[in-house]
């Protein structure tokens, strides 16, 4: 499933989908399921996953700087934080945005 637009509105990032749904994702939601291997870990080939300990997570990590597109199946949002990391596949933002 892919997004017809995406803009950050408020504390939400609003997504429209091309099955004609909407979602609404709080940004601090969006920052703590980012899954990138410093946030989420790296896993093995025999499934063991490798991680450092969590980090706490100020003010600034809530708030979305901007998002770039990657190639045509996902987005990378920038953190006031520095942090840009996170590679949100259409499907995967579809997964957090329905668990919202």
């Not at 997004?3 to 997504?15: T, V």
């Not at 969006?30 to 499934?47: F, N």
Request: hydrophobic share 35%.
């Amino acid at each position: 499933m892919r997004p017809l637009d995406i803009q950050p509105i408020g504390e939400e990032l609003a997504i429209k989908w091309e099955d004609g749904t909407e979602s609404f994702v709080p940004l601090e939601k969006l920052r703590r399921c980012c899954p990138c291997a410093g946030c989420k870990g790296e896993v093995d080939i025999m499934g063991n996953v490798y991680k450092g300990p969590d980090k706490p997570l100020s003010p600034q990590a809530f708030k979305l700087m901007r998002m770039a597109n990657v190639g045509s199946y996902a987005i990378q949002p920038v953190w006031a934080d520095g942090h840009a990391t996170g590679l949100y596949s259409f499907d995967y933002l579809r997964k957090v945005a329905e668990a919202t």
